[in-house]
Structure formats: structure tokens, C-alpha cells
């Protein structure tokens, strides 16, 4: 008999609906995971309002090896029963960016130009489980995947991917260290993943922006290690660092806030002589008005970031498994399976606007 596996598939625009799903017969370098909880994503949010063809989506994916073939696991060094957290990308493992170690760049795992990845793949490709809002998923051959340990809490576990780009971003592309001088904008899942990745790096000060309606959200940020929140809606963030930092500025700056450039220009404006402004989240627009000089006078490097590499995640990996940190303060919202469709709503801010991490677990 073959066996089937309930999965929340996602059939147009803002519409979910539950199916079942055969689950296939798996070649030697493949398995079949059991998931056992998913973090939404802002990228599940933007395909869920904007959905070009049906597919499950769910791409921060924490579950248990189901199944899985010999040669599979030779390569991964995995077993039934194993945990593991798994990356998004499904990369070729053989172009010049795979073998640089950039393979979260390969054109393989690129939706955008037909590549295929976790939580973003269409259903009519075999065997259609790439997506995490499912009872099983399935793992191709070039999967990239992480062991976790059993005692990590679910909740914690479903940050990894969030985290491992605060790790990436701050301490291995920002180089974040002992003294530096941080500045995060955007206080959402990401921004928080900076600020807790930048305090563990060893930041002297991390300054967190946010708007009004984001104050609920800057606590937390102090919560979890933060020096200072600036209210960006009420405050000259420039100003507040040149005030905070005695005149010295950040050594880093990153823009993590989705939509507007005013963001942008107040990073520049933030950051040191010399300093560095990471452009971390897609704005949809074009920069009409803006002092472009700032740049030359200032001497910036402005550097966008996107994604994380295999370092980073064991990283994040380690990070959470140490248990030091009060993670489970981020987890705002746990759904089951059936109940995805109001799990990506919460997450898109229409159910309560302080949502933080939210997650399903398909067997509950
Ligand atoms: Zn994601
Ligand atoms: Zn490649």
C-alpha cells in the first residue's frame, strides 16, 4: 500500500487547502523527512499574497529522518530517526558559486529563474513534497541538511534558519567582535536574530530601531541582550547613536525593514567613517531623492546580504543547542497543520501586529 501524507498545500493567493499526498519511492541518494515543526517565513508571507502555482510552502523545516536510501545516508552520515534541521536550498553542488561555498546563490535553487528549494517549488514537480506544511517532505539528493540534537525544544529549533543569518550577517560578512558598535533596523524575526547573533559575537553595543508600532517588539529586544531601542517614529536615530556612542557612530549598520529607503539613509547616516551598511531585505523601490556622496565623504562599503552559508547554521545550530538564551520568548504563535492558512495570515501581521515567530507542527 502506498503510504500518503497530509500536506497544506498552498492553491492560490491567500488559499490553503488541506491534501493528501503519496508519498514516493525514494532512489538511493534520497529520503523522506517527518516533519516535526516549521517556522514561517516573510518569504512564505510574500508567496502566500502573491502565488504564481500551487505549492506547499514552509522552508524553515525541523523534523526526523522518515526514510531514507543507502547512498543518502553514506553522504549525509544520517540514520532513521535522526534529527536534523534542514537549509532551504536545493543547490547543483558543481557550479563556480556551489564550489566556492556560495552554493545559497546557485541558479539550481533559485526560484526565480526556474531553480527549485524548499517551500517554493511548484507541485507539478515530482514528487511535489518540497515544502515543510506537510506531514513528510521529501529529501533530494542535494539537500543540505544539519544533525540537531534530541533535547533542543522544538520552538528553539525552527529559529535555525533565522538565526543562522544573524550569525552570517553579523559575525562573518559584518565581522562583528569584541567592542563594535551595531545598529539593527527592523526589530521583526530577522532583526532580532541580528541582535541576539551580534551580542553573542561579542558586541559592546547593539542598538535596535523600530517604529511606534513596533514597541512591543524593541522590549523583547532588550530582553534578549539589546542596548538600546530608538523609536524611529519619535526619534532622529543619527542623532540618538551620536549621542549613545559619544560621537564614534556604528561600525555596522543593518537595514533589515521591508518597503520604505528612509531606512537606508538613516544607516548611512549612522554609520562610522569607514564603517560598513549591510542591506539585508528587498524594497521594491528606486531612490529618487538621495545624497549620494554621503558614500564618497564618508568612505561607507555598502554590501547587500542574502541568505546564510553551511557556517553559519552550525553555527546557529550550536548556538541554540548551548540552551544559554531565552529563545522560546521569540515563539509567538503554534498552529497544527490544519490551521496553516491562519498561521501565514498571523505571520503576515492581519491577526495581531506584535507576532513574532510563528510556527505549525503538522502532527499536532
Ligand atoms: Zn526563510
Ligand atoms: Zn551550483
Not at 525514494?26 to 514561517?40: H, N, P
Not at 561607507?300 to 542574502?306: D, E, H, N, S
Request: charged share 20%; net charge negative.
Amino acid at each position: 500500500m502506498t503510504e500518503k501524507t497530509l500536506a497544506a498545500v498552498a492553491t492560490g493567493t491567500k488559499q490553503t487547502e488541506i491534501k493528501e499526498v503519496a508519498l514516493p519511492d525514494i532512489e538511493s541518494a534520497a529520503g523522506i523527512l517527518k516533519v516535526e515543526i516549521v517556522g514561517v517565513c516573510g518569504t512564505d508571507v510574500s508567496y502566500y499574497n502573491d502565488l504564481k502555482a500551487p505549492m506547499i510552502l514552509g522552508h524553515h523545516v525541523v523534523g526526523h529522518i522518515h526514510k531514507i536510501g543507502e547512498a543518502a545516508s553514506k553522504r549525509w552520515g544520517v540514520q532513521e530517526g535522526d534529527r536534523i534541521v534542514m537549509e532551504e536550498y536545493i543547490p547543483c553542488g558543481q557550479c563556480e558559486l556551489c564550489r566556492t561555498g556560495l552554493y545559497r546563490l546557485c541558479p539550481d535553487t533559485n526560484p526565480k529563474v526556474d531553480g527549485i528549494r524548499y517551500g517554493a517549488t511548484p507541485i507539478d514537480i515530482e514528487p511535489s513534497l518540497y515544502g515543510g506544511f506537510s506531514q513528510y517532505m521529501y529529501l533530494h539528493p542535494n539537500a543540505v541538511i544539519h544533525k540537531l540534537p534530541d533535547h533542543v525544544p522544538a520552538v528553539e529549533a525552527a529559529l535555525a534558519l533565522p538565526l543562522s543569518n544573524g550569525f552570517e550577517w553579523m559575525r562573518i560578512i559584518g565581522g562583528v567582535g569584541p567592542g563594535s558598535i551595531v545598529v539593527i533596523q527592523g526589530p521583526g524575526q530577522q532583526g532580532l536574530a541580528c541582535a541576539l547573533a551580534a551580542k553573542a559575537a561579542g558586541a559592546e553595543t547593539v542598538i535596535m530601531t523600530g517604529r511606534q508600532s513596533s514597541l512591543e517588539r524593541l522590549n523583547l529586544a532588550l530582553e534578549l541582550g539589546a542596548d538600546y531601542i530608538v523609536n524611529v517614529s519619535s526619534e532622529n536615530l543619527a542623532e540618538r547613536v551620536k549621542e549613545i556612542t559619544n560621537g564614534k557612530m556604528a561600525d555596522l549598520v543593518i537595514d533589515v525593514t521591508s518597503g520604505g529607503t528612509d531606512p537606508v539613509v538613516s544607516s548611512l547616516e549612522s554609520a562610522k567613517t569607514g564603517g560598513l551598511v549591510l542591506l539585508g531585505a528587498l524594497k521594491g523601490k528606486r531612490f529618487n531623492d538621495f545624497d549620494l556622496d554621503i558614500i564618497y565623504n564618508k568612505s561607507l562599503t555598502i554590501k547587500g546580504v542574502r541568505g546564510h552559508s553551511y557556517k553559519s547554521v552550525q553555527m546557529a545550530v550550536e548556538f541554540i543547542s548551548s540552551g544559554k538564551f531565552p529563545l522560546a520568548k521569540m515563539n509567538s504563535h503554534n498552529y497544527p497543520l490544519n490551521e496553516t492558512d491562519l498561521a501565514l495570515r498571523t505571520a503576515a501581521g492581519e491577526m495581531d501586529p506584535s507576532r513574532l515567530l510563528v510556527t505549525v507542527s503538522p502532527w499536532q
